[in-house]
């Protein structure tokens, strides 16, 4: 019925390759960002269908980089699934490892970053319908960094776990 | 505003525990089930929020178990999570590995079967709103296994891959 039908099997599964990579799903690397909002992440789309009102995706960030710090109003659930890091959700850092689940309410400042020596690799569920993000104003990075926890993750040095 | 707001810390991070377990996740054996249509499997839902239109959950298969043999119109975004077994995806057979994806089409039969000695993990994304599963008739029984792979994955021991 639909064009899926005409190639089922071969859709219906796609073989996980070396270095967290997939049989059949372009691996997207995040366009240069002038303002540094993020920094060497690649984005594997795993599930989006038109009778899937969720998707699954799966991001990558290299040591030393980090995903886009934004807010919107849909929310995203969360999965360490390589390697670790820290994230930032609202006013709260966290280190963060394999397996760890991660919710960012609506609005709600994030930002995922791979502060070791090893690539951080996460998996995030989301809305197929959804609203922009947002990036922060010069205002909304002041206010972030007045939080000294806030301010040194966002310089990719975290303080360690007190 | 809602409810969530008072605790957004606590709920904001859940941090894995051993044995693909979950702070703050409750895991779910399946009840027992006469028609012995799933055997040995135990349910953890990891993100369903009422902001969210999917979920995700995390299925854990025994060694000799498997999942219930159903269709429904809703589709299933499956990634093997954690050791190897086999899955029939409509009339397909197939061994599966960790991080392997396996779409499950609308209407489709479907079963995952540990059929090693390892437990067979899997997350599965779905629709938050969906229809109910159906379970095979004698009769769906019987045209199922009137294809030899399929009757050998249903009675635990599919053929090796040829």
Redesign the interface.
Known sequence: MSE??TS??P??????EPD?R?QG?ECRPYKEDDRALFKAVTRQV??S?Q??????RYFEVAPGGFSTLERHA??H?V??FRGAGHCL??D?V?A???????????MTWHQFRATGASPLGF?C?V???RDRPQLPTADDLAALEADPAIAAFLRGAPAPAG
Do not use: C, Q
Not at 11 to 16: G, N
Not at 99 to 106: A, F, G, H, Q, T
């Open positions: 899926h039908d089922k099997s859709s219906a599964f796609r073989t996980a967290y997939w799903v795993l599930f269908d009778n899937l009102a969720g998707e699954l849909h929310v659930g999965m360490i959700v609202g709260e966290r963060v490892g394999e397996r760890d689940l991660v919710s960012i309410p609506p998996l569920l809305d197929a319908v």
